[in-house]
Structures are given as C-alpha cells and as structure tokens.
C-alpha cells in the first residue's frame, strides 16, 4: 500500500515535470510577451554585459521637440563599447526588478545597473493604481516552476487591493510621516495645507503640493521599498554580479524655486542615506548620484514632478552612466 503510494507521487511529480518543462519550452516566452514583459526583456538581453533595470526614465521622450527620440541605453552606446540592454517598462519599480534579478544565474551578464528612483519612495508611488497589475505580473517573475506561476496568475493569487483601499493608505501616510520641520510643515498633509501661491486652484499651488507628497519624506532603514533594494543587492552579490544604482536626476531646480530650502535639506539628507546604504565598492555594488544632474529646462512634464527627460537630459544620463561602468570595468580588470 505504502509502495503503492510512492509510486503514485514519484509518477504526479514526474507528470508535472514534464508539463512544466513543456509549457516553458514551447508557450511560457509568448505568453511573456504579453503579461510579463519585464522578464521577457530580461531573456532576450542576456547577449549584452549589462541589464538596464527602469521605469519609464529610460525611454520617455519630448514627442513635440525631440528630433531624437532613442531611449538612454541606445544613447548609453554612443559613449562606450560596453554592451547594455534595457529591462524596462513603465511605472516598474524595486519590488518588480528584484524577482527578475533572482532569475539570472552567475556569468550570465557581467553586471546590472538598476534606476535607483527618489520618488518611488513616496507614498502614492508605492500604492499607485498601477500596483495591482503589476503585482499580478510579478507572480509570473517569482522563483518557482513556471506552471506554478502560470495557475497563481490565473487565480489571482496575489496581493490586490481597491483604488480606494490605496488612496486610503497613502492619506495615512501624508498624515503620519514626520518630517524634520517644524510645524505646520512637519508632515506631509499639513505642510500642503500651508498657503502658497494663492488658494488650491491655483496651478502653482498645485505643483507645489505635489513636489511635497513626491519629494516630502524621511527614509530610514524601515522605509517601504528598501527591502527591494537591499535584495537586489543581495542577489547580485550572491551572483557575483557587479552591481551599479543609479540615482537618477530629480527636477532639484523647480523644487526649490517653488519649496524652498526646507524640500531641498528633506532630499538630500535622503541621498545622503541611500549612497551610505548602497555604495560598497568592496562588494562591487556602487551608486552614481546624479539627482542634480539636470536642469529644469530638461524635463518634459511641467504639472507634475516625473523622471521624463528630453533628449539632453537622456543623454546627458547616458554619458555618466557611461563613464561610470567604464570605471567599474577598469577597477575589475
């Protein structure tokens, strides 16, 4: 009876193995393409030495003034000879790369380079509309037999919550997180609150409040999202991969025009701890800050605080990404 039972288990296990191995050999890339693109970047970059692990930054253009249009790994190879692909689609974030990151085994790129984005800090980044079909995809990215991912897709097995459940959570979070000013700016909700450039309909009232709930925050090691940047880190030491975050350009110019010094001293008491955190050289893992690299005049969107440049800003970010992997290439040489 026993015997019999063994023999029924070793033959399910074998059944399921060959239907994994079927369903990824022959229809898991396509259905890729169409519901985890993010992975399907990943296996068909793996040519290159470097993976470009971004949101939208990466390719977001000026559709009106842009005679080029290239997306910033394309423009990364005007600069160097160092192959670089991306990985990237948009409003993707840490907890999205991190899985993918998992994926890849040692030697199959030299190393990854990962946007490291201030504002997917922030609290309504971190509960976006967007997060619920992105965390549906992500099952699809998770360390475990395709099959498997595959059926915890179609059961909607995943964390999901309402849009407004979401909204919910970040409101919480514009009331409850303190920041280092004195009152009436000491949260994110009240500073808001404080006039500014006439009443709330007033368009630069407006973009004034949203750099305050985009840039307005104090990450410390608990911080949502840093447990994604930590396993990033963390598996590409383990793959012996080298490792570069890049912290890429914030609009500090418009900041600061429209909030002060006070938004100013909140963003770079942050990049101060994310360079402390993540730069460890020994470990070949190394942030290039470039958060001040561009002017206002080189971001596109102008009611709402992005990380879409125009074709000087990408390549601006193309050329220090550039020079910066040619240094790590020639420290590992």
């Known amino acids: 009876m026993i015997k019999n039972i063994g023999l029924r288990i070793v033959g399910i296990a074998l059944i399921f193995l060959a239907a994994n191995w079927i369903y990824k050999t022959y229809f898991f890339e396509d259905f890729l393409q169409d519901h985890g693109t993010l992975l399907y970047y990943q296996q068909n970059a793996l040519d290159a030495d470097y993976l470009y692990y971004s949101a939208s930054s990466e390719f977001s253009y000026d559709p009106e003034n842009d005679t080029n249009q290239e997306r910033i790994t394309k423009l990364i190879g005007n600069h160097t000879d160092i192959p670089v692909k991306h990985v990237a689609e948009a409003a993707h974030h840490a907890g999205i790369f991190a899985p993918c990151v998992q994926q890849l085994n040692e030697g199959d790129v030299k190393g990854i380079v990962v946007v490291l984005n201030y504002r997917s800090f922030s609290p309504e980044w971190l509960e976006s509309n967007n997060e619920n079909s992105l965390l549906q995809s992500r099952t699809l990215y998770e360390n475990r037999p395709v099959l498997i991912n595959r059926l915890f897709m179609s059961l909607n097995a995943y964390e999901q919550h309402s849009n407004e459940e979401r909204e919910k959570r970040f409101l919480e979070m514009f009331n409850s997180w303190p920041l280092p000013l004195d009152p009436p700016k000491n949260t994110i909700a009240s500073w808001c609150a404080v006039e500014k450039y006439g009443d709330w309909t007033n368009p630069k009232r407006q973009l004034a409040d949203h750099f ?41 110019e418009l900041a600061k025009e429209l909030l002060g010094n006070d938004i100013i001293q909140i963003m770079n008491q942050n990049r101060k701890f994310l360079m402390d955190r ?44 550039a020079g910066y992997l040619e240094k790590i290439e020639s420290q590992e040489k």
């Open 212 to 252: 305050i709930k985009n840039y307005g925050f104090v990450l410390h090691d608990q911080s949502p999202r840093m447990s994604d940047f930590d396993l990033i880190a963390q598996y590409a030491k383990e793959r012996k991969l080298s490792l570069l975050y890049v912290l890429i350009p914030e609009n500090i």
């Open 278 to 321: 993540y730069d460890r050289p020994n470990d070949n893992q190394y942030v290039l800050d470039l958060m001040d690299l561009l002017k206002d005049e080189n971001f596109i969107d102008r009611k709402y605080p992005t990380e879409h440049y125009n074709f000087e800003g990408r390549n601006q970010v193309a050329q220090q990404v």
